[in-house]
């Protein structure tokens, strides 16, 4: 069974902290990590999706990087509109070509200004 | 683009009752969408994978009988919650995926509350 497992469970950060948050998976056969973004009351926004062990993606103060155990989302000078719940999802290979996520519960992260 | 939109965004219902939730994929054809739950404080819990112009593959645990799914065009997949109590409020999210990619874009969620 595909497992995913966030830390930590919540953040808080000055406003200008860096920090990493951390996706720790098992799957048999990774398709693909995704990150997410979700605020309060809404559906996840999509911010990356990282394919194989060494891969890195950026986009603005994010920066997500893979290896075969794990992931990380690395904030840099993070701000206030930063906070939000990041999501980690695992996609395996099926034999049925299903595209199943296997979401984390996420991290909740706070910056103060 | 891969923008996906739900209707309605907040509703609610007495026990018993039906409610239907509309997902639209608007910007691109999704073959495959997916349906999800999300009580508070806990994540995304995949209810059921519709593929267009078949019967949805439903996730262990989830009724298909209550939970019905319709996905008859490209860009459209519905939920109905049939006979509805007070333990179906939740937040459910539809996403859709497109032929030429592994990525799933999400609606902004529909909260349902069933008095």
């Known amino acids: 069974e595909d497992q995913v497992t966030q830390s930590p469970e919540a953040l808080r950060l000055q406003e200008g902290e860096s920090s990493s948050l951390n996706c720790s998976y098992t799957?048999?056969?990774?398709?693909?990590l995704f990150w997410y973004r979700q605020d309060p009351g809404k559906g996840p926004e999509f911010l990356f999706t990282?394919?194989?062990a060494g891969e890195e993606k950026e986009k603005e103060r994010l920066k997500a990087t893979l290896t075969k155990k794990e992931s990380f989302l690395h904030i840099t000078a993070p701000k206030p509109e930063d906070s939000a719940t990041y999501l980690c999802?695992?996609?395996?290979?099926?034999?049925?070509?299903?595209?199943?996520?296997?979401f984390g519960k996420g991290t909740k992260l706070s910056v103060i200004p | 683009g891969a923008v996906v939109s739900q209707h309605p965004s907040r509703v609610i219902c007495k026990s018993g009752t039906s409610v239907k939730i509309e997902c639209r994929s608007l910007d691109f054809q999704a073959t495959t969408m997916f349906w999800y739950r999300q009580f508070p404080k806990q994540s995304l819990m995949l209810m059921a994978t519709s593929n267009e112009g078949s019967k949805a593959t439903y996730e262990q645990g989830v009724e298909k009988d209550k939970f019905l799914i319709n996905h008859a065009s490209l860009t459209l997949s519905t939920l109905t919650v049939t006979s509805a109590h007070p333990e179906d409020s939740s937040f459910y999210i539809c996403s859709a995926s497109s032929p030429d990619s592994y990525e799933q874009y999400f609606g902004p969620g529909t909260r349902l509350t069933v008095t």
């Open positions: 999802a695992v996609q395996a290979y099926s034999g049925a070509g299903s595209y199943q996520l296997t």
């Open positions: 799957v048999s056969g990774l398709r693909g």
């Open positions: 990282l394919y194989s």
